[in-house]
């Protein structure tokens, strides 16, 4: 596997349902994200992990519940969603210099959520 | 508060010719950068070219240039010699440093359609 990578790419479940997204990436990053790309809408940056260490929470409803256990991976738990969370979730990764904060975020293909 | 404004939803070009897609934004930083990314349908989100707010000179790569006009908050992408492969959403992001990561900001996105 190269870049990013997310499973499952497409997810279905309902309201009263508990899912995980999970993102790999295998680039060496030591920073990873989750954004929400919905129809019609600017992508919406989620979560922030620097050196495993959450540094972003961008007022995200506490249904969703990130984990980063180490450098490599990211997760993102769902439980009793709602329709408009359906949406494309979006992982990226990038390398963060401390003094130097001039990175490109890598994207994986994303995991497309229904939520019914 | 820093945003991005994509005023073209939607745009079309015929196959070799030349298409500009515009971007604004709002910022009070004086240190940040600005990127295209390229989303074809597959949903894989690329970087197509990025532009250092220092920097003067306007960044090219191939077939891909912009036109940044930093007083006018203008960062616009132009298309040479288009191809079919070159069709996609295309979204412009700012990209500024928040305490120990940076924050992307992206823009609605603008979808090219490139006629054979």
């Known amino acids: 596997e190269t870049g990013v990578t997310q499973t499952p790419r497409h997810l279905v479940m309902g309201m009263t349902n508990k899912k995980s997204l999970k993102c790999e990436q295998h680039?060496?990053?030591?920073?990873m994200y989750w954004y929400k790309q919905s129809a019609k809408k600017p992508l919406e940056l989620m979560f922030v992990y620097s050196l495993e260490e959450r540094v972003e929470n961008n007022s995200v409803p506490s249904r969703f519940s990130p984990e980063c256990p180490n450098s490599s991976h990211l997760f993102l738990h769902l439980h009793t969603l709602q329709p408009e969370d359906s949406a494309l979730y979006l992982c990226a990764s990038s390398q963060f210099f401390s003094g130097s904060w001039y990175n490109e975020q890598f994207f994986g293909p994303g995991t497309r959520l229904t939520v019914l | 508060a820093q945003t991005v404004t994509q005023s073209q939803p939607e745009m079309s070009v015929q196959e070799a010719e030349t298409v500009t897609l515009s971007c604004t934004y709002d910022?009070?930083?004086?240190?940040?950068?600005l990127f295209w990314y390229k989303q074809p349908p597959s949903r894989q989100m690329i970087l197509v070219i990025r532009q250092e707010a220092y920097k003067q000179q306007n960044a090219t790569e191939n077939r891909f240039s912009v036109n940044f006009q930093k007083a006018a908050k203008s960062f616009s992408l132009k298309i040479s010699d288009s191809q079919l492969g070159d069709a996609a959403m295309y979204f412009c992001?700012?990209?500024?440093?928040?305490?120990?990561?940076?924050?992307?900001?992206f823009g609605k996105g603008t979808k090219l359609t490139v006629n054979p």
């Open positions: 910022t009070s930083e004086s240190d940040y950068y």
């Open positions: 680039l060496g990053h030591n920073a």
């Open positions: 992001a700012y990209r500024y440093p928040q305490g120990g990561s940076e924050k992307l900001v």
